[in-house]
Nanobody, 116 residues
Framework: QVQLVESGGGLVQPGGSLRLSCAAS????????MSWYRQAPGKERELVAR????????NYSDSVKGRFTISRDNAKNMLYLQMNNLKPEDTAVYYC?????????WGQGTQVTVSS
């Protein structure tokens, strides 16, 4: 069955870095666009970054542009999010999502807390 398992979250001080990973299984990973979303308490889930399938086209939300880097390894069925210069407003549960036309799958999320 389809599985998306995020890891790498945790507590980090402002200005620090974290690398999130998403392990995918049960579908043809390279055919799917992959995204990172986040949801802070009391707020709606928002798109952070997206990378297309084989071509690897990338886009970021304005709030993370220049600080976060999304990447994928289609040979390993892995998605990554390198997060640098983290700010308290980056605190949220981070989710990975796989999307192909009308089909979408979500992971269970990993908590990122940025605090001194």
């Amino acid at each position: 069955q389809v599985q998306l398992v995020e890891s790498g979250g945790g507590l980090v001080q402002p200005g620090g870095s974290l690398r999130l990973s998403c392990a995918a299984s049960g579908f043809t990973f390279s055919s799917y666009a992959m995204s990172w979303y986040r949801q802070a308490p009391g707020k709606e889930r928002e798109l952070v970054a997206r990378i297309s399938g084989v071509a690897g086209y990338i886009n970021y939300s304005d709030s993370v542009k220049g600080r976060f880097t999304i990447s994928r390894d289609n040979a390993k069925n892995m998605l990554y999010l390198q997060m640098n210069n983290l700010k308290p407003e980056d605190t949220a549960v981070y989710y990975c999502k796989a999307q192909l036309r009308s089909m979408g799958f979500w992971g269970q999320g990993t908590q990122v807390t940025v605090s001194s």
